[in-house]
């Protein structure tokens, strides 16, 4: 998995063999996978062995997976490509049927699924049945979402009937000024309304899931609000606090805009007006957590989002074909080479970053199951 190294994957081994389980930790929020059957087991495995000795080709097939709903959004977040325009591919939403095509290819053997890319979610009005979809192959579900599409208690009571594992909620500041100055076109009472509503429906239906978590970029608006933010996660009753670095690509000039003061804040350094380099990044995308994207494409990570280097479409041919194909090996022999291929310079927020890790840090408020 890509925030799993493979000896801390060799660690949980007897756990996956004897106990037919998984538990670990996906930027701070507690999953467990449980009830693995043999062909998860075996995946698991060949992931492992193909992470030491065979590179650029995998034994086993994703069990990590990154699903776009939509690329279409309903803020105007200016260093998002979906939200300030420069996202050259078409719009849309995907379809259930490419989904169920996805899982018929992947679901048994797949641990985790991440329900979002670009775009917001629930624009996808068919995301509360892809929800189901996964749940029923037994596939930990995780959605993040600006917090603006659940608005009711019915909606709420929906949502938390699906089954959904994990609810990451944005909530960057908090006052309106200070939460527009990134989340433009939202409205902060709506995300705090969202939050509400769903621990209230979680109440109604006795359900500990989802696991809720605010969400906060540190930018150098957000980063003197942490401890107001995290009152507010405790007064809605979430999960979790958590918080990340901004991340950006090289060529947006307007990142001077958001980066943080506070050094310890920050994922890059600067040097006038370009980034300093801290040395490659051992990059786990393009070999462990694809990126499917709304109309069945596959790429290597999600920050193709512009369809430089993909590796084809689900439909087209096998996943399994595609996952070895020409181009996901070439691209992952450039990584293991250090070549400095032109689209992971360009559009990678990991490289040259200061911190070990985009994530900085998390409270949990109120356990989980």
């Not at 693995?36 to 650029?56: A, D, Q, V």
């Not at 050094?263 to 350094?269: G, P």
Request: neutral net charge.
């Amino acid at each position: 998995m890509a925030w799993m190294k493979p000896h801390e994957a060799i660690l949980k081994l007897p756990e996956v063999l004897f106990r037919s389980r998984m538990s670990f930790a996906f930027d701070g929020i507690p999953i467990v996978a449980e009830d693995l059957t043999l062909k998860k087991k075996l995946n698991l495995i060949k992931l492992g062995i193909s992470s030491m000795f065979f590179r650029n080709f995998s034994l086993g097939l994703p069990a990590v997976v990154q699903v776009e709903p939509t690329n279409r959004c309903n803020l105007q977040c200016p260093l998002c490509p979906a939200g300030e325009g420069s996202m050259q591919r078409g719009k849309g939403v995907m379809s259930l049927e490419t989904y169920h095509q996805i899982l018929d290819e992947l679901g048994d053997v797949m641990l985790v699924v991440l329900l979002y890319s670009w775009g917001e979610p629930f624009l996808n009005r068919d995301l509360n049945s892809i929800i189901r979809a996964s749940v029923a192959k037994n596939i930990n579900s995780l959605v993040l979402t600006n917090g603006h599409f659940v608005q009711t208690i019915d909606e709420a009571l929906e949502l938390v009937d699906t089954g959904l594992n994990g609810l990451l909620i944005a909530m960057d500041g908090s006052t309106q000024e200070t939460y527009t100055a990134y989340r433009k076109g939202g409205k902060l009472e709506k995300v705090m309304r969202c939050a509400e509503l769903v621990e209230e429906a979680k109440a109604k239906r006795g359900s500990a899931t989802p696991y809720t978590c605010l969400r906060t970029l540190v930018t150098k608006d957000t980063q003197e609000e942490l401890p107001d933010i995290e009152r507010l996660a405790r007064d809605l009753g979430v999960n979790m606090f958590s918080y990340k670095t901004v991340g950006m690509q090289t060529y947006c000039d307007e990142f001077r805009d958001f980066e943080p003061t506070i050094d310890k804040l920050k994922r890059f350094e600067y040097s006038d007006s370009e980034r300093k380099a801290q040395g490659p990044i051992n990059c786990p995308f393009p070999f462990r957590q694809p990126t499917i994207q709304w109309d069945g494409t596959l790429v290597g990570c999600e920050y193709d989002y512009d369809v430089e280097k993909p590796f084809g479409k689900v439909g087209e041919r096998p996943i399994r074909e595609l996952w070895n194909g020409p181009q996901a090996r070439t691209l992952r022999q450039h990584i293991l080479g250090g070549e400095q291929d032109t689209f992971c310079q360009r559009l990678c927020p990991y490289q040259d970053r200061v911190q070990s890790s985009s994530y900085l840090g998390n409270i949990e408020l109120r356990p989980g199951r």
